[in-house]
């Protein structure tokens, strides 16, 4: 299992490129325990890095090391302790869940109970009979993720894990990675653009932008702006700067560093509709200009 004082996951100068596309350029950070979310843009290079960490892609420069072991150049032996959960995860999809997870349990050396329990928790052990073909994306990701949980691992790493997943079920998620976490003393490094769930259980937040981590913080020393849609913007905005002179209206959105339950009290006051919202660490806001 990790230890606190063991470096489990290590980027030293991680760097990768696709044709004349830089995608990732000398990420450096290394993490012991916990939970870690890293959070940046859609395309930023959250799942190559993800990959390049795996051992599943090799780096142009750099080394990703899990457990103090080289992921690319001694993959098997790297990845012995490690359950990685791409964001789209093969399935076998004219089986049954059922069937399925048997196959799981029996590759992986776990329990179908276990699972099984995780299905439960999530409330979606309705499913155990249906084929994989016949699941929702939220569904089929649930079963995964119940799947990977189970596992014994030491190193868990999970790319969008609540992506489609809706808002009830994205909170079970959250809780049952936070128990997982505490009770194996497993290390936990999530990518997500879903942050309002995953606020509750983080320990450790790394941002990632312009191809490298800018930002990493613990859990109670990091900043966040919310960022609000509604049917008049341009109203919400006044409204907010009363309150919030720094407020902005960027991409047709206003971003504020008013709690969103202030925000929530501002609209229903003057009649506007909230139509979506979400929550991004202040050194994030400046990459949506």
């Known amino acids: 299992m990790v230890s606190g004082s063991v470096e489990a996951i290590v980027c030293r100068n991680l760097t990768k490129a696709f044709k004349k596309r830089r995608?990732?350029?000398k990420v450096n950070f290394a993490l012991s325990d916990g939970v870690n979310v890293l959070v940046g843009?859609?395309?930023a290079g959250k799942s190559t890095l993800f990959y390049l960490i795996s051992g599943i892609m090799k780096p142009d420069s750099g080394i990703a090391m899990l457990?103090?072991?080289d992921?690319?150049?001694n993959h098997g032996q790297a990845m012995r302790e490690v359950s990685f959960m791409p964001e789209k995860p093969s399935v076998l999809g004219?089986?049954?869940?059922?069937?399925h997870i048997y196959w799981f349990s029996s590759l992986n050396g776990t329990g179908m109970e276990r699972i099984i329990d995780y299905l439960h928790f999530f409330q979606v052990d309705y499913i155990?009979?249906?084929t994989f073909q016949s699941l929702s994306l939220g569904e089929m990701q649930l079963v995964m993720i119940a799947c990977y949980l189970s596992t014994e691992s030491s190193i868990f790493i999970f790319d969008e894990p609540n992506s489609n997943v809706d808002v009830h079920k994205r909170s079970l998620v959250s809780e049952a990675i936070r128990q997982k976490a505490d009770k194996s003393n497993s290390l936990f490094l999530i990518s997500t653009h879903v942050l309002d769930e995953m606020l509750t259980i983080y320990d450790r937040m790394l941002v990632l932008d312009k191809h490298t981590v800018r930002f990493s913080a613990e859990s109670g020393k990091v900043s966040f702006v919310s960022v609000l849609r509604t049917n008049n913007n341009n109203q919400m905005l006044a409204s907010v700067r009363e309150m919030d002179s720094s407020a902005v209206l960027i991409n047709n959105a206003v971003f504020t560093s008013l709690e969103i339950k202030r925000c929530a009290e501002i609209a229903s006051e003057n009649g506007i509709v909230i139509m979506s919202y979400f929550l991004i660490p202040a050194e994030m806001a400046r990459i949506y200009e």
Do not use: C, H, M, Q
């Not at 004219?94 to 069937?99: K, L, M």
């Open 41 to 43: 843009e859609n395309g």
């Open 71 to 73: 992921s690319w150049k």
């Open 94 to 99: 004219g089986t049954s869940v059922r069937e």
């Open 67 to 69: 457990n103090g072991i």
């Open 128 to 130: 155990l009979p249906a």
């Open 23 to 25: 995608v990732l350029d």
